[in-house]
Structures are given as C-alpha cells and as structure tokens.
C-alpha cells in the first residue's frame, strides 16, 4: 500500500515539489503553474516533460499526475511518499 502525504498550498505563490499523483482545487482557488513529469530525486535533477504556465481550475476539480511540482493558492495536493 503507498504512503500518501496531504499538503495545502494556501496564500500566494505557494509551491510544493515531490511524486505528484494528484491535485484538488478549493474554494477560491488562484491560478497555478504545475510542471508534469516522473519527479526525481535530487529535485535539481527533475526535469518536466511538459509544463502548464498558468491555468484557471474550477472548484472541485482533480487534476491528475505524475507532476513534480506546483504553484499556487488554495489546492490540496496529494504526493506519493
């Protein structure tokens, strides 16, 4: 069974990086960059295959990974540990 870790990006430019599986939109929630990819470990090592620079999510909306980073404000995102 994996491990799964919870983090909410709150306030502005909030950012968070790791094996990203998904990502919930909440009330409110600003525009975010998120970078798509199999995140890798060193971070320096983490290249993006593709990368979305800035796009409006609905409340309520999941988007899915693998990503390996993300910022914004107001999104739970769920990061395999």
């Known amino acids: ?12 430019s909030c950012e968070t990086t790791g094996s990203i599986a998904k990502v919930l939109a909440l009330a409110s929630a600003g525009p975010c960059r998120i970078e798509f990819g ?17 796009i409006d999510v609905p409340d309520g909306t999941y ?6 980073r ?6 739970l995102v769920y990061i395999n540990d």
């Open 1 to 12: 069974m994996a491990n799964i870790k919870v983090v909410k990006l709150t306030g502005t």
């Open 70 to 75: 993300i910022s914004g404000s107001n999104y």
């Open 38 to 54: 199999s995140f890798s470990t060193p971070e320096a090592q983490f290249t993006p295959t593709s990368v979305i620079e800035s």
């Open 63 to 68: 988007i899915d990974g693998p990503a390996g």
